[in-house]
């Protein structure tokens, strides 16, 4: 399964290609951090991690997740 992180140092988004759905949720919550035509895509330094964090608890297939970076093992 291929995933891909995308760090602002406090927070770390994890995105998980194969569960990904398109529904668009992370673009219309978070247009700055998401640009799905763009590479890197997700750019999580345009937002704050609180405002990361109940993005990513939004998205309804489960393929955004995320850590806190100073809790990571």
Request: aromatic share 10%; charged share 20%; proline share 7%.
């Amino acid at each position: 399964m291929e995933t891909k992180k995308y760090s602002n140092d406090e927070v770390t988004i994890v995105w998980t290609a194969s569960k990904c759905i398109h529904s668009g949720i992370c673009v219309k919550l978070l247009p700055g951090v998401y640009h799905p035509k763009e590479r890197p895509w997700i750019r999580p330094y345009n937002a704050s991690t609180k405002e990361i964090i109940n993005q990513v608890k939004q998205c309804p297939s489960g393929a955004l997740s995320y850590y806190l970076n100073n809790e990571a093992v």
